[in-house]
Nanobody, 115 residues
Framework: QVQVVESGGGLVQAGGSLRLSCKVS????????MGWFRQAPGKQRELVAT???????NYKDSVSGRFTISRDNAFNTVYLQMNSLKPEDTATYYC?????????WGQGTQVTVSS
């Protein structure tokens, strides 16, 4: 059974930083695209950033230049460094890893940015 576990969320003031981590309990992850999504109350889940197995990255326009996604295949882990946080970044952040047509999700980690 694949487990996806996020950590690193919390409460931070606007302008602050947080680093999210996501560890996957499966070796196939090193060949997979991994991503971070977020969902604010009353809103749909949205893509924040992705990183391919080769290290190519893609970002939602509103976080580009502030967030950085990275991965460490030795530890089956993906990270999201979030700088210059804004109140509108407040959401539950979810990690996703794709294996073929199947996506695996974590339980989410809450990020709250106060103004």
């Amino acid at each position: 059974q694949v487990q996806v576990v996020e950590s690193g969320g919390g409460l931070v003031q606007a302008g602050g930083s947080l680093r999210l981590s996501c560890k996957v309990s499966a070796s196939f992850v090193r060949f997979s695209t991994m991503g971070w999504f977020r969902q604010a109350p009353g809103k749909q889940r949205e893509l924040v950033a992705t990183i391919t197995s080769g290290g190519s990255t893609n970002y939602k326009d509103s976080v580009s230049g502030r967030f950085t996604i990275s991965r460490d295949n030795a530890f089956n882990t993906v990270y999201l460094q979030m700088n210059s946080l804004k109140p509108e970044d407040t959401a539950t952040y979810y990690c996703n890893v794709q294996y073929g047509s199947t996506g695996f999700w974590g339980q989410g980690t809450q990020v709250t940015v106060s103004s």
